[in-house]
């Protein structure tokens, strides 16, 4: 048990949503990770759909980069589109 | 042929106050001997395994079995409630009965052993009872009919899920394979039994309420066969038989299994959840 692989749990809670990720399983391979996912993250009907990825196969950002990475974003409030007159005849946006 | 003339609604009426009510009623559906007894071998099969499969909670070999075995002892559990609701109280019967009058099979009774012959058990009763449901949604009998369509769908995860355990478990390490070896072979001589049609079934078939467990006898072995070939396991050969669970003979493990199942509710009766 204790050399099974993570695996990445994504859910999708009903049609036309996305996928969310709401935790992890271990298991031997792909398709027990799937039934574990099952068994773990949509026994109260959490979802309609998962998808399982491979916890070593994802690429992560360096949090010791998060400083440059993410904060440049911090003080441009001209990348938000709050600066338009929207008509009123302009639904749903 | 000269044929009787039709029954007039009144005169039923009439014949309906004349009869005298007793003892000798004709049995109502509820009271049904044969529906009763049927309905008690479902319930107790999945009752009985429900409550062998608790046993793993807290001692799987992971967390994430540990739910998936949970999660199929509560859909067992679940079906056990439907059909003895439908054979009567459904706690009264779950609680209240000894040994010699539970219906199920010896295969369900038998200890959980290791993880190994768990998933071989699981394999061997699930594989039964999905063909057994799949046919039971056919039952002229709307109670049975329903509580099979319901459940038809969660014993085919149990079977699938069961199926990948014995493959990865039969055609895994040296120590596993032994073991899925030896569970198999502690299994095997309950299968027949699944088989066996007595007159009390032989009854409820004839009423359309049970579908006949030999039309789908070859359907299984091949089933099973076929896992057993993805896991590398040879059949095993056949063993002597060993039946009587339909009729009350039980293995002693059913005794010991009943007395944790019932020793709340028999020793405070009051006990509310």
Known sequence: MSDWPLWEVFVRAKGGLAHRHVGSVHAPDAELALRHARDTYTRRQEGVSLWIVRSADIVASDPDQAGELFEPAADKVYRHPTFYEIPDEVKHI | ?273
């Open chain 2, 1 to 273: 042929m000269p044929s009787l003339p039709p029954i007039r609604p009144e005169d039923e009426a009439v014949a309906e106050k004349l009869r005298p009510a007793g003892a000798f009623d004709a049995p109502s559906d509820a009271h049904d001997p044969v529906r009763a007894g049927y309905l008690l071998r479902l319930g107790d099969d999945a009752l009985i395994l429900g409550q062998r499969l608790s046993e793993w909670c807290g001692h799987a070999p992971s967390v994430e079995v540990d739910l998936s075995l949970a999660n199929l002892s509560l859909d067992l559990i679940g079906q056990a409630t439907l059909f003895l609701a439908e054979a009567g109280d459904a706690d009264r019967l779950a609680f209240k009965r000894d040994v010699l009058d539970f219906r199920n099979c010896w295969l369900v009774e038998q200890p959980n052993g290791d993880f190994a012959r768990t998933m071989v058990r699981q394999l061997l009763f699930s594989t039964w009872q999905h063909m057994l449901y799949q046919r039971l949604t056919a039952s002229s009998d709307a109670a049975v009919a329903g509580i099979a369509a319901k459940g038809v769908k969660e014993v085919a995860y149990h079977r699938e899920l069961a199926a990948e355990w014995v493959v990865r478990l039969g055609d895994g390490t040296d120590e596993s394979r032994a073991r899925t070896v030896d569970g198999l072979d502690w299994c095997w001589r309950f299968v027949p039994e699944l088989f066996e049609v007595d007159e009390e079934l032989a009854a409820a078939v004839q009423a359309g309420i049970a579908a006949d467990p030999r039309s789908f006898e070859e359907e299984y072995r091949a089933a099973v066969g076929a896992v057993l070939a993805d896991a590398t396991l040879p059949l095993p050969k056949d063993q002597r038989a060993i039946v009587g669970g339909r009729r009350g003979h039980h293995s002693e493990h059913l005794g010991h299994l009943l007395a944790i199942m019932q020793y709340l509710p028999r020793t405070y009766p009051d006990a509310k959840w």
